[in-house]
Every structure is written in structure tokens, then in C-alpha cells.
């Protein structure tokens, strides 16, 4: 079982559940949610890459409270380790394609803060990371509103407690980080798949600032047209698999950078930015490359 038993509760009381359970159901609506149910059991019974692991991602309970619901890695130093690895890897990749050394700096660093989470979310997919989440111990909790009540010294260091409060991860972001990985996974995209995929993610010309955007975009459509290629010579008979494999990728852009970093680097680097830190791991010459 992948999930703990934390990530496993369904009992709510919050007034969108309530209004769940009490909201009268048509006919109509009655023979859709059980069609669409059984479908959907069936789907994942006949599904041999599917398990507890993926059953709770695909069918997660509808309580609004699961977006406010903060938690944290259940198992901390081993999940932060392979996340690092997947990280280092990530930089090293980008290192490694000369297209993307001959950019101007300035370029390199747009694409890095606009690319890493989808990167490194492909690694996490390639790597097959799986990760356990639990609440928040109310310790912390407790610590945090006791350290709020003490008061701000200047409005900054309000903005940033303020800030501190919002970028808390959440149950509903780690569903959604899960759920990207189960159809990348669904897929069993092959290494030559992953590494095409990469460039075609990491050449965004979409990504504001550039200075060399035509050069950016030729090289995004270069990336894609041999991720093409490889996806009709391993799978000939299969015509949908390369719009499949763009269609998954493409939600990698709804994850959250402050979700990942505070969920798999903040217990790690405490207060550091990360942005920092993957600049620096960028440019180095040896001990990342």
C-alpha cells in the first residue's frame, strides 16, 4: 500500500461535503455517477500498471478540504536523497546538450527557472520515485502559531511569514504531482522517449525574456520531431502514443514550483533559495558535470 493511512481518510465535515451529501440527486445524474463509477472500477481492474497507489489518485474523494490540508514527507531524509539525485541529474542533462551551453546566460537562466519543475518531475517519472505524504504534525502546527503570535518586526518579515503560510504543501498539490506521474508511467516511455521529451520541454520559446527565441523554438521543434521518430520506430502500430505522450507532459506545467520545493528541498536546504543553488549547480564545471 502506498498510501499511508493519512492520505487514506475520506470522513469530512466541511460545508462543501455537507453540501455534497445533502444535495438531492436527478435520475440523470444517478445513472451517469454509476455508469462513470463502474467504468472506472472496471478500468482499474483490468489495469495490471494500476495499485493502491494509483487507485487513490485516480478516485480521490471530492471534500474541499483536501486543498487546505498541509502535509509533509512521511519518510523525510530517504524521499529528500533520491530527490536530490533526480535533481543533480536534471542540472547534469541540461549541462550536457550544447545547444543549450551556446545560449546567452541570461537564456539559460530563464529557461532554468522556467523549466526545472517539469524537468524534474520527468526524472521523478523516470526514476519511478514514489513518495509517502502525511499531515502536517500539529507540533509544527502549533509552533508555527505561537511564533506568529509573537508578532512581525516590519512589514517585510510579515510578507514573508505570510508567504511561508501559502507555499505549505498540500494534499491536493501531491495529487496532482501523482497524477502526472501515473499517466508518464502509464506510458513506459522508454529512455530514448525521456530524453527527447526533456529537450522538447526544456526549449520552451514560450518562456518570457529571451533574447533568442527563433533559435529557442527551432530547437524545441527539433527535439520534437526526433522524439516523433522514436516513438514510430518502437511503436509502429500505435498512430496516438506521440499526442498521448505531449498530452501528459503538458499538465507537468501545472505543478507548482513552491509545491516541490517545499516538499522535497526545504527540509534539506532550510531557508536557502533553490533557485540559488541551481544556478550555481548550472555553472559549475566539475562537481555536476
Request: aromatic share 8%; proline share 5%.
Amino acid at each position: 500500500m502506498m498510501f499511508p493511512l493519512e492520505e487514506m481518510k475520506t470522513t469530512c465535515h466541511c460545508s462543501g461535503y455537507r453540501e455534497q451529501q445533502h444535495q438531492p440527486h436527478t435520475i440523470l445524474y444517478n445513472i451517469l455517477s454509476h455508469a462513470d463509477s463502474k467504468y472506472n472500477n472496471n478500468s482499474l481492474i483490468n489495469n495490471k500498471h494500476v495499485n493502491q497507489y494509483d487507485y487513490n489518485i485516480i478516485m480521490p474523494h471530492n471534500c474541499h478540504c483536501e486543498r487546505r490540508r498541509a502535509v509533509c514527507l512521511k519518510n523525510p531524509e530517504g524521499t529528500c536523497q533520491v530527490a536530490s539525485d533526480v535533481l543533480v541529474k536534471t542540472i547534469r542533462f541540461m549541462k550536457s546538450l550544447p545547444s543549450f551551453r551556446q545560449l546567452p546566460v541570461e537564456d539559460q537562466l530563464s529557461l532554468l527557472r522556467d523549466c526545472w519543475v517539469p524537468l524534474f518531475s520527468l526524472g521523478l517519472a523516470q526514476e519511478r520515485t514514489v513518495f509517502e505524504v502525511m499531515d502536517v504534525p500539529q507540533a509544527s502546527m502549533l509552533r508555527r502559531i505561537l511564533l506568529n503570535s509573537q508578532g512581525p518586526h516590519s512589514e517585510e518579515e510579515q510578507e514573508e511569514e505570510d508567504e511561508g503560510k501559502r507555499s505549505l504543501p498540500t494534499l491536493a498539490g501531491v495529487h496532482k504531482l501523482r497524477s502526472c506521474l501515473n499517466r508518464l508511467w502509464t506510458l513506459n516511455l522508454s529512455p530514448k522517449e525521456y530524453a527527447y521529451l526533456k529537450g522538447a520541454m526544456l526549449f520552451n520559446p514560450d518562456v518570457p525574456g529571451l533574447s533568442t527565441t527563433v533559435f529557442i523554438d527551432s530547437l524545441q521543434q527539433e527535439a520534437q520531431r526526433a522524439l516523433q521518430e522514436v516513438v514510430l520506430t518502437l511503436h509502429p502500430g500505435d498512430s496516438g502514443r506521440f499526442s498521448r505522450i505531449l498530452l501528459s507532459t503538458s499538465a507537468l506545467q501545472a505543478v507548482s514550483q513552491s509545491l516541490i520545493t517545499e516538499l522535497f528541498f526545504r527540509p534539506v536546504i532550510g531557508q536557502v533559495n533553490l533557485f540559488d543553488l541551481l544556478s550555481e549547480m548550472l555553472f559549475m564545471r566539475q562537481e555536476y558535470s
